[in-house]
């Protein structure tokens, strides 16, 4: 078996690996996947996102917390795929070292990378990146588990 899946994996195959769904569903694409090394994902902002009625009316910014939300689900993505499971759910166990470096607007492409540090079982620790235009907006380590539903 290739460690490189067949690019890219679109929001309907994403959604048969996560359980999210809208509106926390924050994934739309992967479009590089190395198993058990790193993962790039996409997730497309848009002023229809219901986070921007409330964020700072008249100034709409992503929230911080949803951009590491999208970092831990293109890390799910990889820990499902690099582990070859089903029937299982991930369960974030814990975010370090997380900076918020640039506001992501509407409209904004969020580029997510994620490196893994270490899979000792079922636990994962991953060091993320995000960037928009190449510039980078946001960074954390994340630790995730994948159990039994």
């Not at 190395?34 to 902002?45: A, H, Q, S, T």
């Amino acid at each position: 078996m290739s460690s490189e899946e067949q690019m890219p994996i679109d929001t309907k195959t994403i959604m048969e690996i996560l359980p999210h769904r809208y509106p926390f569903l924050l994934t739309d694409k992967i479009v590089e996947l190395k198993k058990n090394e790193l993962v790039r994902g996409i997730k497309n902002v848009t002023i229809n996102e219901p986070f921007f009625q409330g964020h700072f009316p008249g100034h709409p910014i992503m929230p911080g917390v949803l951009i590491i939300e999208a970092m831990a689900q293109v890390g799910g993505i990889l820990a499902f795929k690099s582990a070859d499971v089903t029937n299982k759910v991930g369960y974030c166990m814990g975010i370090d070292k997380a900076r918020f470096r640039k506001p992501v607007l509407p409209g904004d492409t969020l580029e997510i990378l994620l490196k893994v540090k270490k899979v000792r079982g079922t636990i994962w620790t991953f060091t993320g990146e995000a960037f928009v235009e190449g510039k980078l907006v946001a960074n954390a380590e994340l630790m995730a588990t994948i159990v039994d539903k």
